[in-house]
């Protein structure tokens, strides 16, 4: 079973503009964390948001959680060549952490 | 990746025979957990380690068993590898400060791929 989806599940997009990409999920939670993987390599943390918060922002990402509709949103402003990665949500629910399938963005220099 | 590290980094074996992977921690963080990565299923949680000698399962552990004598290492085993394991295996680490909770802010080993035959 799986906990986290993330949509779309590959974003193309011009540098300099905006990169948005959801995730939902189905139980409650903790908290939602989101993470960057450049190919072939490991996953880094980019920025966790705990239940009782709504937005949350780190340099060039702003990140949104709504519980209500079990959903969160992570925005990449002014996107670079280098912010081309997947990006995974993950979530925090009782004994048992979930990674979502990921979202493939592109940016074309 | 710096202070995680996995080895071996590649392998490949074939079906029946065990395998042992490992990996190690210099940064002293209590909790250690092992995923596997695969096409349309993002990452899954094999087993996790709460401290010395205190693992539990994960989302997908069947066919796997893991071992954590001492802090730095935390080591996943394959009793006996199946074509179904060929995965690529990601150790993870967490709780450096001593204070933050249980499924913080994870930071991941460069990860092992592991092709079963």
């Known amino acids: 079973s799986q906990q986290g989806e993330e949509d779309p599940q590959a974003l193309s997009i011009q540098e300099g503009e905006n990169a948005t990409m959801n995730c939902s999920y189905k139980t409650s939670i903790n908290n939602l964390q989101w993470y960057r993987q450049n190919s072939g390599r490991g996953l880094v943390h980019l920025i966790l948001?705990?239940?009782?918060?709504r937005e949350k922002h780190s340099g060039r990402l702003r990140v949104t959680l709504d519980t209500s509709k079990k959903s969160s949103s992570l925005l990449i402003t002014a996107s670079r060549a280098a912010d081309t990665a997947s990006y995974f949500c993950?979530?925090?629910?009782?004994?048992?952490?979930?990674f979502g399938t990921g979202t493939s963005l592109t940016v074309i220099p | 990746d710096a202070g995680i590290t996995q080895s071996p980094r590649h392998k490949v074996t074939e079906t029946g025979t065990p395998v042992t992977l490992r990996c190690h921690q210099t940064e002293n963080h209590r909790y250690m957990y092992w995923y596997r990565q695969d096409p349309g299923h993002g990452l899954r949680l094999i087993h996790y380690s709460y401290g010395v000698k205190d693992t539990d399962k994960g989302e997908v552990s069947d066919g796997y068993s893991v071992s954590r004598s001492k802090t730095e290492d935390f080591l996943l085993t394959l009793e006996s590898a199946t074509s179904s394991q060929t995965s690529v295996y990601f150790c993870?680490?967490?709780?450096?400060?001593?204070?933050?909770?249980?499924?913080?802010?994870?930071?991941f080993g460069p990860g092992t791929r592991l092709t079963v035959l």
């Open positions: 993870a680490i967490s709780g450096g400060d001593g204070k933050s909770p249980f499924w913080d802010e994870q930071f």
């Open positions: 993950a979530t925090a629910s009782g004994n048992q952490f979930y």
């Open positions: 948001i705990r239940s009782n918060e």
